[in-house]
Nanobody
Framework: QVQLVESGGGLVQPGGSLKLSCAAS????????SRWYRQAPGKERELVAS????????SYADSVKGRFTISRDNAKNTVYLQMNSLKPEDTAVYYC?????????WGQGTQVTVSS
């Protein structure tokens, strides 16, 4: 059974850090493009970070460049999103996504709230 399970969200003060995890089962993450999206209330879902398959080339939205890092542990079949220097505008539900051709899987989402 294919499944993506996210964890690591929570409440953090501005300037703080969080590390999100996305554990995959039923498929091999390294064979899929890995992406993190987020959706804030009243806004469209936006792509935050992505990682290609074998080469592991990464890319980031301008709003998070230099603060967020996407990584993957092939042995654990897990993708991570390290988020540093968090801002209130980073508040959103974060979703991980795996895509290969027409196959696309989503996690259930994890809430990140940045507030003092």
């Amino acid at each position: 059974q294919v499944q993506l399970v996210e964890s690591g969200g929570g409440l953090v003060q501005p300037g703080g850090s969080l590390k999100l995890s996305c554990a995959a089962s039923g498929f091999t993450f390294s064979s899929y493009y890995s992406r993190w999206y987020r959706q804030a209330p009243g806004k469209e879902r936006e792509l935050v970070a992505s990682m290609s398959t074998v080469s592991g080339i990464t890319s980031y939205a301008d709003s998070v460049k230099g603060r967020f890092t996407i990584s993957r542990d092939n042995a654990k079949n897990t993708v991570y999103l390290q988020m540093n220097s968090l801002k209130p505008e980073d508040t959103a539900v974060y979703y991980c996504n795996a895509q290969s051709g027409t196959r696309r899987y989503w996690g259930q989402g994890t809430q990140v709230t940045v507030s003092s």
